[in-house]
């Protein structure tokens, strides 16, 4: 829970923030299933970053070709006095329908997933709680006449705390 935070002094976010470029470089995302949940260690340091990498059992990261478009994640604080929770939503599109590829995203569908993001300051976020994930969804659409076909595919779910930093410096065991 974040009710230690109460309490905590603030200094001012400018220490933290600068020059500010919108937008992501990349999305890579792997099924919940493929974590080797027995040596998992879900530990996030006082600066909000994931202490440990994510082990695979199965599989690794997968990789998503991403188009340009505006608020590819957003992040909601709801800040209920007992138990706050923070809605992740991760929306983009992915180019050039295919008949082989709407077969993978159906399958897609029935599993849940944690997402690493990588913006253009090369901050990378882990999005999703790795023991519960996030849903996936997804829509094709042919494109208007002077757009490109595509698919719109999204990530969501709820969390118990705000997406930490991925910059994992020890690997468990």
Not at 30 to 55: K, M, Q, R
Not at 69 to 79: R, T, V
Not at 103 to 111: F, R, T, W
Not at 144 to 162: A, D, K, M, V
């Amino acid at each position: 829970m974040l009710l230690h935070l109460a309490g905590m002094e603030l200094s001012g976010l400018e220490k933290y923030c600068g020059a500010n470029l919108g937008g992501l470089k990349t999305i890579q995302y792997a099924p919940i299933h493929w974590i080797n949940a027995s040596i998992l260690i879900d530990l996030v340091t006082d600066e909000n970053n994931f202490l440990y990498t994510i082990p695979f059992s199965t599989g690794s990261w997968l990789s998503l070709p991403i188009m340009p478009s505006e608020d590819i994640w957003i992040e909601n604080n709801n800040l209920a006095p007992s138990s706050p929770t923070f809605t992740q939503e991760i929306t983009t599109i992915v180019p050039k329908l295919r008949p082989e590829a709407s077969i993978e995203l159906e399958a897609m569908s029935n599993m849940r997933f944690i997402v690493r993001l990588t913006d253009k300051h090369d901050q990378e976020w882990l999005i999703g709680d790795p023991r519960v994930g996030l849903s996936f969804n997804y829509r094709a659409t042919s494109g208007s006449t002077n757009g490109l076909n595509s698919y719109s595919i999204g990530f969501s779910g709820i969390t118990g705390r705000p997406s930490p930093g991925y910059n994992p410096s020890y690997t468990p065991s």
